[in-house]
Every structure is written in C-alpha cells, then in structure tokens.
Nanobody
Framework: QVHVVESGGGLVQAGGSLRLSCAAS????????MGWYRQAPGKQREMVAS???????IYADSVKGRFTISRDNAKNTVYLQMNSLKPEDTAVYYC?????????WGQGTQVTVSS
C-alpha cells in the first residue's frame, strides 16, 4: 500500500507561480513512476506531467515550457513547479504513484488562477 499526500495549492494571479509537492509513504519501493494529473470542473482528469524512476519526464502539450516536474528520492517526494500560470490551469491537481501496475492517488489540491 502506498499513501500519497499533495500540498502547495492555492490562489494565484495569471502569470504567477506555484509549487506543488507530493509525498509518498508506505510501500514506496518499486514505485516506478509518479505523476501529476488535474481535473477541472466538468472535464475529465488529464495527465499533466510524470517522471519515472530513471528521471525521464513526460508533459502534456498544454504545460510544456511552463511546468517542471522533479523528484527527491531521499524524501520520496515529487514536485511540480508551475510558472506562467493561466486561468485555464485552474483545477484540482492530483498526485499519482504507480507501483507494480497499480496506481495510488492523493486527495488532490486546488489550484485557482485568477485573470
């Protein structure tokens, strides 16, 4: 079992920055990738960025060049640095840890970008 907790959301003006954190605990060995997803009201949950155990990163086209995902293996934590935020980035952001083919989700953190 893996427990995932997100933090760092909030309200920011367009053009601003936020950094989200995701801490994993429990059976953290064999976690092969962690990622950030988001879900806006009335929309499906979508992948924002992911990073695997080797450090390879994948980004959604909508955030490339603005968001950066990173991980601190010593702290079992993944970060999402979000710059140049836009109102369309407003959503609940969820962290996912993939371990042996199973995905573990956090409760989510709200990010609101005002215009």
């Amino acid at each position: 079992q893996v427990h995932v907790v997100e933090s760092g959301g909030g309200l920011v003006q367009a053009g601003g920055s936020l950094r989200l954190s995701c801490a994993a605990s429990g059976s953290i060995f064999a976690i092969n990738s962690m990622g950030w997803y988001r879900q806006a009201p009335g929309k499906q949950r979508e992948m924002v960025a992911s990073i695997d155990s080797g450090g390879s990163q994948i980004y959604a086209d909508s955030v490339k060049g603005r968001f950066t995902i990173s991980r601190d293996n010593a702290k079992n934590t993944v970060y999402l640095q979000m710059n140049s935020l836009k109102p369309e980035d407003t959503a609940v952001y969820y962290c996912n840890a993939n371990r042996l083919g199973l995905g573990y989700w956090g409760q989510g953190t709200q990010v609101t970008v005002s215009s």
